[in-house]
């Protein structure tokens, strides 16, 4: 297909014809060149100066001379001027460049042709930081170590630089092409993740009053900081605001539209954090809070990230008392991911199995046989308490059983009162009811995965229609790769940064009373879930 955006991507091929030099026009090569690119410029990039960086001149001269003269010149399109870096003689078929979702656990990337729009590859890999820190706090603590000095900064750059490299290096490989036909990047992820890519020291990011080095960093070469492609690559960071509102956000916000609704919408990204971002094309508001990790496998012992063998869903048929598990890729199950875990919650409240304190509650005596079997069966004593044993230990990919403690269902009840808390915390501030939502974006494998009606459920997700609820994938990633494509979309980024206003729920004391008002199935007010059955253990069969 070919670049529907209708934008100038980020790297360009402009086709000239220039006259040779002669006695009567001895203009300089490069300056012969320059002269050809402008006159040929769309009117979209009229007025820029067309410069040539010190590292391309000499091979631009060479090439423009070999070719004759004609060929097609590309061009890195800036804000603020024209880089003119490379000369070929003949049309490429491509352009490659490479978005990349630079996650503080995983990376992920495509390789995007920007002559076409179309994906040519797509990888992701572990982070390769983790080893100093599982969590963005550990690696700040790393990277400004006392025995450390700055080596630690410099070796958690070099960690995640070495880490896209072997991203880099696979990309080439599934399109074919050498990592130096790679023309330029686009970076989306949180503020500490972008400060440590870039070398800069994330210190003040989490001391008062929270400010980062760099909101918004300019536009640079891919060589300066490493990174295995073409040198004169352009690097385009998403900007961020503030210390926790990251440019992963923003590109969320690109991707789903959301700056450019007439109708207020919300989205919701769920990953180390829960960040949320409510508004329309004339104001934004957004707010972030910790609402992620038992959802991503941080906290509860057999959670996971969603990849094969992660119970990704379930379901408690409460008629014949048999429970059904899915894996992901229908792999052994070895733990279970965010949706699971959500869904499994779920049907253990509307089974009268968890109470609407998140408590387990080993109820022998109602219903029918079957389900005090079931019950007897599934709620074992271990070393941490009441555990609901999700699959027996012969059935599982490692030989143990997959259980669910008091202790991961503690975590999960927080998080999931957290995130209502903030998404009521948010629309109060406006003035906004959940009903006025014309639809509710869910990023990221918690968008990807989760069933909106087990959400619900807990009281987890605001009683709305299952239609306003739509997953939108890694929200991060399609941003980035927007960026490469649509200069609209870089200017919007910019736009975004500028017009968003921030809630800090740290020191907001409103959200710390609906945190308290959420902890429970579905709420202490279940009027606010109309949907959701009042469970009766006396109604089971």
Not at 84 to 95: C, E, G, K, R, Y
Not at 370 to 392: D, N, Q, W, Y
Not at 517 to 539: K, Q, W
Request: glycine share 10%; hydrophobic share 45%; net charge negative.
């Amino acid at each position: 297909m070919k670049n529907s955006t209708g934008q100038q991507p980020l790297v360009t091929s402009i086709s000239v014809v220039a006259e040779p030099p002669s006695l009567q026009d001895n203009t300089a090569d490069i300056d012969r060149l320059r002269i050809a690119v402008r006159n040929k410029l769309p009117p979209a990039l009229e007025g820029r100066p067309v410069v040539v960086p010190f590292t391309a001149m000499a091979g631009l001269s060479r090439r423009f001379r070999k070719a004759g003269f004609v060929g097609n010149a590309l061009v890195n399109v800036l804000p603020h001027e024209l880089q003119l870096v490379d000369f070929q003689q003949d049309i490429s078929d491509n352009i490659p460049a490479m978005a990349l979702d630079l996650g503080t656990t995983h990376l992920e990337a495509t390789l995007v042709d920007l002559t076409t729009g179309e994906i040519m590859a797509h990888t992701h890999a572990p982070n390769g930081q983790m080893r100093y820190g599982a969590d963005i706090l550990s690696r700040i603590h790393y990277a400004e170590g006392h025995d450390e000095g700055t080596k630690g900064l410099v070796r958690l750059q070099q960690a995640v630089v070495a880490t896209i490299n072997e991203m880099v290096a696979d990309l080439a490989i599934q399109a074919g092409i050498e990592a130096d036909a790679i023309r330029a990047l686009s970076v989306s992820g949180n503020t500490t993740m972008v400060h440590l890519l870039l070398g800069l020291s994330p210190h003040h990011i989490c001391r008062e009053p929270y400010t980062p080095l760099v909101g918004s960093p300019d536009p640079f070469s891919a060589g300066e900081i490493g990174v295995g492609i073409n040198t004169l690559a352009p690097v385009w960071i998403l900007p961020s605001i503030g210390s926790y509102f990251g440019g992963d956000l923003i590109s969320g916000i690109l991707a789903s539209g959301l700056d450019r609704m007439e109708k207020t919408s919300m989205l919701i990204d769920v990953g180390t954090n829960a960040e949320v971002v409510l508004g329309n094309r004339d104001w934004l508001i957004a707010c972030a809070g910790a609402a992620g990790p038992a959802l991503e496998g941080g906290v509860a012992k057999m959670g996971m990230r969603a990849g094969p063998g992660a119970i990704e869903h379930v379901l408690l048929d409460r008629k014949s008392w048999r429970l059904q598990v899915k894996t992901i890729n229908d792999q052994p199950a070895v733990g279970i991911c965010g949706s699971g875990l959500i869904e499994l919650v779920a049907q253990l409240f509307l089974a009268g199995i968890v109470d609407i304190r998140g408590k387990l509650c080993r109820d022998t005596v109602a219903g029918s046989e079957k389900r005090r079997a079931f019950i007897r069966e599934r709620l074992i004593e271990g070393e941490e308490g009441l555990s609901f044993m999700v699959t027996p230990a012969k059935e599982s990919g490692h030989g143990k059983p997959v259980l669910l403690a008091q202790v991961d269902l503690d975590a999960m009840m927080r998080s999931k009162a957290a995130m209502y808390a903030i998404l009521t915390t948010l629309t109060s501030q406006v003035g906004v009811e959940f009903s006025d939502l014309d639809h509710i974006y869910v990023a990221g494998a918690f968008g990807k995965h989760i069933d909106p009606a087990a959400a619900i459920t807990l009281g987890m997700l605001p009683d709305l229609p299952l239609s306003t609820y739509i997953p939108v994938g890694n929200s991060s990633l399609h941003g980035a790769e927007r960026i490469l494509l649509s200069e609209d979309a870089r200017l919007r980024s910019l736009d975004i940064g500028r017009k968003i206003t921030y809630i800090e729920l740290n020191v907001n004391q409103e959200f710390m009373l609906r945190f308290s008002g959420s902890r429970f199935i579905p709420h202490t007010d279940p009027a606010l879930f109309p949907s959701v059955p009042v469970v009766r253990t006396e109604d089971f069969p």
